[in-house]
């Protein structure tokens, strides 16, 4: 099993430039999400969703947005990037109550 | 709402020395579940542990074991005699029942010196 699989792993951008990120499960989880990591900030989520066809904002998603056309696979676009969106990006997944399984990260910079 | 407190920002100790990673939670719901996770200097995020609220039972597994308190609303970690591979960022976590997301605390970063 594969997992949780994020790709890219690393990135760099320009200002305005737009980029996807993609996640792909092969668990069959329900949920899905997408976390910003940035030095003493811990985790935090940027949007999330409970199945298929569904998502929801999460506490930071200025800037981006996503989609889930298919269950095991969740997209994170940035339209237009500015350097604050520099960061690692984890995507996740779960059954409703267990934990979280996570993707290995990706690194954007914003330059 | 629901929030996890992790204080301790950075913790630096000499191998084989015990310590403890505390985790504070709140929220309203009576079902919840916490959990713990180590994210290695390689940067991916490793699961630990998952407990239930209705499940206080202490755990320990090898040189780790948790401590569950509903009525400090804490759910503590300790490493025993800690080994320099055991250095890391460690996070706690918090899903309560109605919600479908896991809020995480902002991590303690160990540092184990030889």
């Known amino acids: 099993n594969a997992g949780v699989t994020q790709t890219p792993k690393f990135r760099v951008l320009k200002t305005g430039q737009s980029m996807t990120l993609l996640c792909a499960q092969d668990?069959?989880?329900?949920?899905m999400y997408w976390y910003r990591q940035d030095p003493g900030m811990g985790l935090r989520l940027i949007h999330y969703?409970?199945?298929?066809?569904?998502?929801a904002k999460g506490e930071v998603p200025d800037g981006y947005n996503v989609s889930r056309l298919k269950k095991q696979n969740f997209l994170l676009g940035l339209e237009s990037a500015a350097p604050s969106q520099t960061s690692v990006y984890f995507c996740?997944?779960?059954?409703?109550?267990?934990?979280?399984?996570f993707g290995q990260g990706t690194r954007l910079t914003v330059v | 709402a629901q929030k996890v407190t992790q204080a301790q920002t950075e913790i630096s100790v000499v191998e084989k020395e015990d310590v403890t990673l505390d985790c504070v939670y709140e929220?309203?719901?009576?079902?919840?579940?916490l959990f713990w996770y180590k994210q290695p200097p390689s940067g991916e995020l490793v699961f630990l542990i998952r407990?239930?609220?209705?499940?206080?039972q202490n755990e320990i597994s090898g040189r780790y074991s948790w401590n569950f308190q509903k009525s400090t609303s804490s759910f503590n970690f300790t490493i025993t005699a800690s080994q320099v591979v055991d250095s890391a960022v460690y996070f706690c976590?918090?899903?309560?029942?109605?919600?479908?997301?896991?809020?995480f605390g902002r991590g303690t970063s160990l540092i184990v010196h030889p």
């Open positions: 996740a997944s779960s059954y409703s109550s267990t934990e979280a399984f």
């Open positions: 668990m069959n989880h329900e949920y």
């Open positions: 969703s409970v199945g298929e066809g569904t998502t």
């Open positions: 929220t309203r719901d009576t079902t919840y579940y």
């Open positions: 407990r239930n609220s209705f499940d206080e």
């Open positions: 976590a918090l899903r309560s029942g109605g919600s479908y997301i896991p809020t």
